[in-house]
């Protein structure tokens, strides 16, 4: 009898001992580097750690990711952040809101007004400087200001694009179609592009006569007279790339007759095809 009683109390102690290794393992992550806290965004890990602009949020502020890609959690999905902030399914103040309510310490302050937000594993700085700009970056929990954040930019309404891209997982050519009101056909590079600030796709909008494909050009011939925005220029009879920090657009204007226009991301470059060159 007392050898059954034993091992029931035995098997008792055991289970309430993988318990508690079960709630340790939930609290802890990443060997207790941080608490896994309850929040509607989650963050991706790089290596290395790289700035990079996203896109615009709105006409005052820009969304940069520093060695992460986050994502918005709803239902138990997954979904692109940047996505769900310009499809309207979260604003990013709801998302700040959400990492400062799980803060255990008070955020840090830089500058006259900047700010770093750190809870679970996702820190958010949010530019706030005496000279306007008011852009949002995005890391995981080391997050810290660095050199450069929020200082030394255009604000996000000067950086503003004709056009924005998404970019595919896998980088493909696509042909779109014949260009509206212009000579040649639209192709899209390893990315889907869409008018600023909106979810509206381009094409549709140069069908619909909402935006010029000329007009676009001549905005982005503007655009290159700043910083970190490039033209090259090649000597097939005229084609033109333009760079800008999130878009890449190739003007094709070739001996062979092409006038077909390419549209990437920053990384696009002259490929063979390309503008007839077969």
């Known amino acids: 009898m007392n050898n059954k009683k ?17 709630m340790i393992f939930r609290i802890f992550n990443n060997g207790g580097a941080h608490l896994i806290v309850d929040l509607p ?13 996203i896109g ?19 239902e138990g999905n997954l979904e692109p952040l940047y996505s769900a902030i310009t499809s309207g399914m979260v604003s ?9 309510n799980k803060m255990e310490d008070t ?27 008011k852009d949002i970056y995005i890391g995981d929990d080391t997050l810290d200001y660095e050199v450069g954040f929020c200082t030394g930019k255009e604000n996000a309404t000067a950086k503003k694009l004709p056009i924005s891209v998404e970019s595919n997982i896998v980088p493909t050519l696509e042909e779109i179609g014949d260009i509206p009101n212009r000579e040649g056909k639209l192709y899209y590079y390893g990315v889907q ?6 979810k509206t796709p381009l094409y549709d909008a140069l069908k619909n006569n909402q935006v010029n494909m000329d007009d676009i050009i001549t905005e982005m011939d503007k655009q290159v007279t700043t910083p970190l925005k490039e033209k090259i220029y090649f000597d097939d009879g005229g084609t033109v790339l333009y760079l800008l920090e999130d878009v890449g657009m190739i003007v094709c204007n070739s001996v062979y007759g092409s006038k077909d226009i390419y549209i990437g ?11 007839g060159d077969d």
């Open 107 to 133: 955020p840090r302050k830089f500058d006259d007004g900047t700010q770093l937000y750190t809870a679970g594993n996702v820190g958010i700085l949010v530019c706030d400087t005496k000279e306007g700009n």
């Open 265 to 275: 991301n920053s990384s696009l470059k002259m490929k063979e095809g390309f503008c």
């Open 56 to 74: 615009e949020i709105d006409s005052n502020r820009a969304l940069y990711y520093y060695g992460v890609n986050a994502y918005y959690e709803t």
């Open 6 to 22: 034993m091992f029931i109390q035995g098997g008792i102690l055991l289970i309430i001992v993988v318990l508690i290794v079960i």
């Open 41 to 53: 965004i989650t963050v991706d890990v790089y290596d290395i750690k790289n700035e990079k602009r």
């Open 92 to 100: 990013i103040d709801d998302l700040i809101k959400a990492v400062k």
């Open 193 to 198: 592009a869409y008018l600023p600030n909106s």
